[in-house]
C-alpha cells in the first residue's frame, strides 16, 4: 500500500517534469518569434557565461543597461522563463549595495532581470558583517566579477546622519554613516543637511567609504580584487535623471 502511494508519488513527479519539457520548446518558440535580440534576454547566465566575463566587461555592461534605463528602452524580458530556468542555480555578475530608497529600482536601474545580480539594500548603502559576508558568499562563493556600491543623490540617511538624528533603531543605524560625515570635515562651505553641495560632497564620501571599508575589512574581497578577480567600485545614482556615474576612489 505505501509502496504503491510513493510510485504514484513518483509517478506524478515525473508527469510534472515531463510537462515542464514538454512546455520549454513553446516557450523557446514564443521568444524567438518577438525578436532575435530577445534570445539571452530571456535565459539566465549559465556558469560558463560568467566564468568568460571580467570586472571590466560586467562594469561596462551595467553601465549601458544603465543608459537604456535612462532612454526608457528596457529590455522586455520573460521573467517567468527566467524564473523557471534559474531554479536550477544562480551565476549572477554582480553584487550591488544599493541605499534603501525606493527611487532606485536596482535590477531595472542597470537593465538587468531575474539571476543577473545579487542586490544587498540598507539605508545610506553602508557595509557591515552581515553585508560583507553576503558580499563575500556573491563573489568568493558564487562567482560574482564585481562589487558595486550605489549611493545616491539627496540621501535621506546621510542627510539625517549629518542632522545626528536620535530615533530609535535609526540612531544605531545612523552610526554607520557618520564617520562619512566625519571625513567630510575639510568641506570648504556651510555644513548643513541644508546645503545641497555639502549633502552631495557626504553621500559622495559615503560610498568611498563603503569602498574601502571592503577592502579593509575583508580579507578575501581584497585578495581577489588584488588578483584581478573582481572589482570594487562606488558609483552615484541621479534621482532626478536616472543616470548612474562611477565614483572614483
Ligand atoms: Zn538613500
Not at 32 to 44: F, L, M, N, P, T
Not at 202 to 225: F, G, H, P, W, Y
Amino acid at each position: 500500500m505505501v509502496r504503491g502511494v510513493i510510485l504514484s508519488v513518483i509517478g506524478s513527479v515525473v508527469f510534472v517534469e515531463a510537462l515542464a519539457f514538454a512546455v520549454q520548446p513553446a516557450l523557446a518558440q514564443s521568444t524567438k518569434d518577438s525578436g532575435a535580440e530577445r534570445g539571452q534576454a530571456d535565459r539566465v547566465l549559465s556558469r560558463d557565461q560568467q566564468v568568460a566575463l571580467t570586472p571590466d566587461s560586467v562594469l561596462a555592461e551595467l553601465l549601458e543597461g544603465n543608459q537604456r534605463f535612462v532612454q526608457d528602452d528596457l529590455t522586455t524580458r520573460n521573467h517567468s522563463a527566467r524564473v523557471r530556468e534559474a531554479y536550477a542555480g544562480q551565476f549572477p555578475k554582480a553584487v550591488v549595495l544599493s541605499c534603501l530608497d525606493s527611487r532606485i529600482p536596482v535590477e531595472d536601474v542597470f537593465d538587468r532581470g531575474v539571476g543577473d545580480i545579487f542586490v544587498a539594500r540598507v539605508a545610506g548603502n553602508f557595509v557591515n558583517e552581515d553585508i560583507l559576508g553576503s558580499m563575500e558568499f556573491g563573489c568568493h562563493v558564487a562567482g560574482a566579477k564585481l562589487i558595486l556600491v550605489l549611493g545616491h543623490t539627496h540621501c535621506g540617511a546621510v542627510v539625517a546622519a549629518i542632522d545626528d538624528v536620535q530615533l530609535g533603531n535609526i540612531t544605531a543605524m545612523l552610526a554607520n554613516i557618520r564617520p562619512a560625515v566625519e571625513e567630510s570635515g575639510n568641506f570648504a562651505g556651510k555644513k548643513s543637511s541644508a546645503n545641497p553641495e555639502y549633502v552631495q560632497a557626504v553621500c559622495r564620501q559615503n560610498i568611498r567609504r563603503a569602498v574601502s571599508q571592503i577592502r579593509k575589512r575583508s580579507t578575501i574581497l581584497e585578495a581577489m580584487e588584488s588578483k584581478g578577480e573582481i572589482k570594487i567600485v562606488g558609483a552615484y545614482y541621479d534621482l532626478k535623471t536616472g543616470s548612474v556615474s562611477v565614483v572614483e576612489d
